[in-house]
């Protein structure tokens, strides 16, 4: 088996050489691996490499909806055009520019309502941050915000809300409320409400529509509207139909005032899982520019399997294009050695992967003491605690390899997706699967608990406050 470079040849003798901290060591390779290896060995014309690059390139982001990609359009038709040309420097060039502007392009909400619409409380929830938390949003039935007050996200530092006070507090017309808010900083609106929309709501929202910014309803304690209603009516109390109702009233606010009816968002800060949240952060996520879309998604509180998935799918874009970024300088990207660098480097992504999917150290042990049981407990039912502890007579590097096997076994082998990455993207994939099914697990064990004492703990992925939520999930309204 003989791979072509400048000046001889490579020859592939069935061992992968590794280097841990013992040095410098052969392994005799799985022969799953070894097959894998023969294929990368194959003589390959440096035609074909470019083609099959850009092959995977096209059929990956083909397979990506539209509104899920974290790059434009724009930017992966330009890295396409410099694939079809062999242009490898600007393959590299597109694609670090993208992941840069990914990670440090800021992303700012600006959320407005009237006092005692639960708008403090919106931005809490979204933060992972509880009500009576250092650095949470102040809440309380009057008026607590009069000016602007920005609240940064715990673990993406790019992400502002802005607590904004409601207009009718101001007594500003809306042109004068936007200019004093600087409402050209902002990305969209979210205006909050608990009951029907109020004028000046309505004003702002016409103001806001001729400066041509995106802004969303929320109507909020919807939970509390149910449950009144079923107080009041337990026999012919339909909740469906009640919600429906609520519905209605705020539409009814637009109608009423010859304005076009926007999609009306109901919600509980308090059962995020529940009512319209899931279909916000889904519309949220769509609208928003792609470049955006990353750390938003990341963000976002774990309410349900569905988004935990949105969160990998996210995360394994941007590992796949660093694995491109790495590899297309690269002559022999899969073969070599677990560098020191790259040990430390899937040591710093792993709890990364673990902290954005709130199965961190941290997060563990705030479960269980609201769980009251040992933190022992949670750990054995989730693996990413351990990815990178070893046996007594195992060094890193065997272990890192069988994993590498795993991947290979569980994906139809290394050379499944059409490109030849490093070993240790391979490995970073492997990871991020294994932290989002423990987030899974963990969401399920929140669930399973809840329902056995009537109520269930959503979990988010905040610093010390897991976005705990009290939900009645066996008698709920």
């Given at each position: 088996m003989r791979l072509k470079q400048k000046g001889g040849t490579v020859e592939s003798c069935g061992m992968l050489c590794l280097k841990d901290g013992a040095g410098f060591r052969t392994?005799?390779?799985?022969?799953?691996?070894?097959?894998?290896?023969?294929?990368?060995?194959?003589?390959?014309?440096?035609?074909?490499?470019?083609?099959?690059?850009?092959?995977?390139?096209?059929?990956?982001?083909?397979?990506?909806?539209?509104?899920?990609?974290?790059?434009?359009?724009?930017?992966?038709?330009?890295?396409?055009?410099?694939?079809?040309?062999?242009?490898?420097?600007?393959?590299?060039?597109?694609?670090?520019?993208?992941?840069?502007?990914?990670?440090?392009?800021?992303?700012?909400?600006?959320v407005t309502g009237e006092s005692g619409t639960g708008k403090s409380s919106f931005i809490n929830a979204l933060r992972g941050v509880g009500d009576e938390e250092k650095g949470a949003a102040e809440i309380g039935v009057v008026e607590t915000t009069m000016k602007r007050t920005p609240y940064k996200h715990p673990k993406i530092k790019t992400l502002n809300l802005w607590d904004l006070p409601g207009i009718g507090t101001l007594?500003?017309?809306?042109?004068?409320?936007?200019?004093?808010?600087?409402?050209?900083?902002?990305?969209?609106?979210?205006?909050?409400?608990?009951?029907?929309?109020?004028?000046?709501?309505?004003?702002?929202?016409?103001?806001?529509?001729?400066?041509k910014k995106n802004y969303y309803f929320v109507r909020t304690k919807v939970d509390i509207d149910l449950r009144n209603e079923k107080k009041s009516k337990p026999r012919t109390f339909n909740r469906e139909k009640t919600?429906?109702?609520?519905?209605?009233?705020?539409?009814?606010?637009?109608?009423?005032?010859?304005?076009?009816?926007?999609?009306?968002?109901?919600?509980?800060?308090?059962?995020?899982?529940?009512?319209?949240?899931?279909?916000?952060?889904?519309?949220?996520i769509k609208d928003l520019p792609a470049q955006k879309r990353h750390n938003f998604m990341l963000s976002l509180p774990n309410i349900s399997e569905a988004a935990i998935d949105e969160k990998h799918k996210s995360m394994h874009q941007f590992i796949w294009?660093?694995?491109?970024?790495?590899?297309?300088l690269?002559?022999?990207?899969?073969?070599?050695?677990?560098?020191?660098?790259?040990?430390?480097?899937?040591?710093?992504?792993?709890?990364?992967?673990?902290?954005?999917?709130?199965?961190?150290?941290?997060?563990?042990?705030?479960?269980?003491?609201?769980f009251q049981?040992?933190?022992?407990?949670l750990k054995k039912i989730i693996k990413s605690p351990y990815l990178l502890q070893t046996k007594k007579d195992?060094?890193?590097?065997?272990k890192l390899l069988k994993y590498l096997e795993i991947f290979a076994s569980a994906n139809g082998g290394l050379l499944a997706t059409g490109l030849y990455f490093r070993k240790?993207?391979?490995?970073?994939?492997?990871?991020?699967?294994?932290?989002?099914?423990?987030?899974?697990?963990?969401?399920?064990?929140?669930?399973?608990?809840?329902?056995?004492?009537?109520?269930?703990?959503?979990?988010?992925?905040?610093?010390?406050?897991?976005?705990?939520?009290?939900?009645?999930?066996?008698?709920?309204?």
């Open positions: 392994f005799p390779m799985h022969p799953f691996l070894n097959t894998v290896m023969g294929q990368l060995f194959s003589d390959t014309s440096e035609n074909d490499d470019k083609t099959g690059l850009e092959s995977s390139f096209n059929k990956y982001f083909k397979n990506i909806n539209t509104e899920s990609k974290i790059i434009s359009p724009e930017t992966i038709s330009l890295i396409e055009l410099q694939l079809k040309k062999g242009n490898i420097n600007g393959v590299y060039s597109v694609i670090t520019d993208a992941l840069e502007n990914i990670e440090s392009v800021p992303i700012n909400v600006a007594k500003f017309p809306p042109e004068v409320y936007l200019e004093k808010m600087k409402f050209k900083e902002y990305d969209f609106f979210i205006i909050v409400s608990a009951n029907r929309f109020t004028k000046h709501e309505l004003d702002l929202i016409k103001a806001i529509r001729m400066m919600l429906e109702q609520i519905r209605s009233s705020s539409v009814n606010s637009f109608s009423d005032n010859n304005m076009d009816v926007p999609p009306v968002f109901l919600i509980s800060n308090h059962h995020l899982h529940d009512y319209d949240f899931p279909a916000l952060i889904n519309t949220l294009l660093e694995a491109i970024k790495a590899g297309v690269a002559s022999i990207p899969l073969v070599g050695i677990f560098r020191d660098n790259d040990v430390e480097k899937l040591k710093k992504n792993l709890k990364r992967y673990r902290d954005l999917f709130g199965v961190d150290d941290e997060s563990l042990e705030f479960m269980a003491k609201d049981v040992p933190v022992e407990n195992e060094t890193l590097a065997e240790i993207f391979y490995l970073q994939f492997h990871f991020l699967d294994t932290v989002t099914e423990d987030a899974k697990v963990l969401l399920r064990e929140s669930f399973r608990r809840g329902s056995n004492k009537k109520h269930v703990y959503i979990y988010n992925t905040g610093p010390s406050f897991l976005l705990q939520r009290a939900i009645k999930s066996s008698k709920k309204p």
